[in-house]
C-alpha cells in the first residue's frame, strides 16, 4: 500500500468505479447502545478511563474536547474513513467497531473519535493486527486526505508523501451537509446522504484532475501560518449569506468560525459594525427586496424563505426600515422598471 501514490487511490475511489452504488458505509453513533441499531460488523464495548475535558480555545484541528485517559477527541467537524486493506479496529465513543476492507465509516462532529496515538494496545493486544486506511476531514479551513497504516499493536500516520491538502470550500461544505444529514435522520436522508457522498467524491476528483491538491508536509508552523491568514468573521458573514433559511444562532456560525462564543460575539461587532442579529436581519432583508423584485412569490413565501417565521414579521419590518408595506415596495419597484 505504502508504494501506491495516495491520487491513485483516491481515483480508484471515485463513483466510476463503484460497482453497485456508493461503498458500503456506516454512520458512527455516540454510544454503544445506539450503535448497535446501525451495523451488523462486531461491536465491542470499551470502558471510558477518565472524563471529557472540554477545549474552550480557538484551535484549527477544530477539536472541541479531549478524553485524555482514553485516547479521544471531539471535533466540531465530521470525518470520513474508508478501509483499503485489512480490517480496521476503529473506537469511538464507549465502543470499538471492526470494519473490513471496502467499508467506510463516517463520523459526524460531536461524536467521540480515536486520536491517531501510535500504540493500539489500550483496544486490545494483537500482533496480526493489519489495516491501511484513507481519512477525510477538515485541518486549516482546507480538506486533508491522508492514509493510516495498522500494523500489530502500532499504528502510523501518514508521510508526506502520504498526505494532500485541497483549499476547496465546497468540498468541506459538502462534508458538513453529509454530516447533518447523519445527525438529524430526517425524511429520505439515507438516499440524501449517499447522493451527497457521491456528489463529495466526484468534486474530489474533478479537483485532482485540474490539479488543485497539493503536498504540504508537516510544517512545524502550519497551523501558525494558517491562523495569520484565516479570517473568522468574513466567513461568517458568507456563511449567513448562503444559510438565511436555516435557524442560524451565534453558538452555530461561532463553532464554523472556530471561535468561542465570548470572542465571536466580541469580533463580529468590531469589525461588521453590527451584532450578529441586527447582520442577519439586513441581509434576510436584503434578499426579501430582490425576490419582491425579480419574483412573483407571495409576501408569506419570501418571508418564509428568507428566515422569517412569523408571517406578519416581514411585513413589520418593512414598515420600520422602509416606511412602506412589503407589497407597496413591490408595486414601486414595478412601476420604476
Known amino acids: 500500500m505504502a508504494k501506491r501514490s495516495i491520487s491513485s487511490i483516491l481515483k480508484g475511489l471515485s463513483p466510476a468505479a463503484w460497482q453497485s452504488g456508493a461503498p458500503p458505509l456506516i454512520v458512527a453513533r455516540p454510544h454503544l447502545k445506539q450503535m448497535k441499531t446501525e451495523t451488523s460488523f462486531p461491536l465491542f464495548p470499551r470502558k471510558l478511563n477518565g472524563p471529557r475535558r472540554a477545549i474552550r480555545s480557538i484551535n484549527f484541528s477544530r477539536i472541541s474536547a479531549r478524553w485524555p485517559n482514553d485516547e479521544l477527541i471531539e471535533t466540531h467537524t465530521p470525518m470520513l474513513m474508508y478501509v483499503l486493506a485489512g480490517v480496521a479496529d476503529y473506537c469511538c465513543g464507549d465502543y470499538m467497531i471492526q470494519i473490513p476492507a471496502g467499508n467506510a465509516i463516517f463520523v459526524p462532529g460531536g461524536v467521540p473519535r480515536r486520536t491517531g496515538a501510535s500504540s493500539l494496545g489500550d483496544i486490545g493486544n494483537n500482533s496480526v493486527r493489519f489495516c491501511d486506511n484513507i481519512l477525510f476531514g477538515e485541518r486549516c479551513g482546507s480538506l486533508e486526505i491522508w492514509l493510516n497504516h495498522d500494523r500489530g499493536n502500532q499504528h502510523y500516520r501518514s508521510g508526506n508523501n502520504e498526505l494532500l491538502m485541497i483549499n476547496n470550500a465546497r468540498l468541506l461544505r ?48 502550519q497551523e ?31 463553532q464554523i468560525t472556530r471561535l468561542s462564543r465570548t470572542q465571536f ?35 408569506n413565501f419570501i418571508g418564509e424563505s428568507v428566515g422569517f417565521n412569523s408571517p406578519g414579521y416581514l411585513n413589520r419590518l418593512f414598515r420600520k426600515e422602509m416606511g412602506m408595506l412589503p407589497s407597496e415596495y413591490r408595486t414601486l419597484k414595478n412601476d420604476q422598471k
Not at 458538513?176 to 468534486?203: C, M, T, V, Y
Open 174 to 221: 459538502l462534508l458538513e451537509e453529509i454530516g447533518d444529514e447523519a445527525n438529524q435522520a430526517r425524511a429520505h436522508h439515507k438516499p440524501i446522504f449517499h447522493r451527497l457522498l457521491e456528489i463529495f467524491f466526484w468534486s474530489l476528483q474533478r479537483a485532482l484532475e485540474e490539479k488543485k491538491a497539493i503536498h504540504p508536509g508537516r510544517l512545524a508552523n
Open 224 to 254: 501558525m501560518t494558517a491562523a495569520g491568514e484565516y479570517a473568522p468573521i468574513p466567513t461568517a458573514q458568507q456563511y449567513i449569506r448562503e444559510h438565511l433559511d436555516e435557524n442560524l444562532t451565534q453558538d452555530k456560525v461561532a
Open 265 to 299: 460575539i466580541r469580533r463580529f461587532r468590531e469589525e461588521s459594525g453590527q451584532t450578529f442579529n441586527q447582520f442577519v436581519t439586513a441581509c434576510r432583508l436584503e434578499q426579501a427586496k430582490v425576490l419582491l423584485q425579480e419574483t412573483e412569490f407571495t409576501i
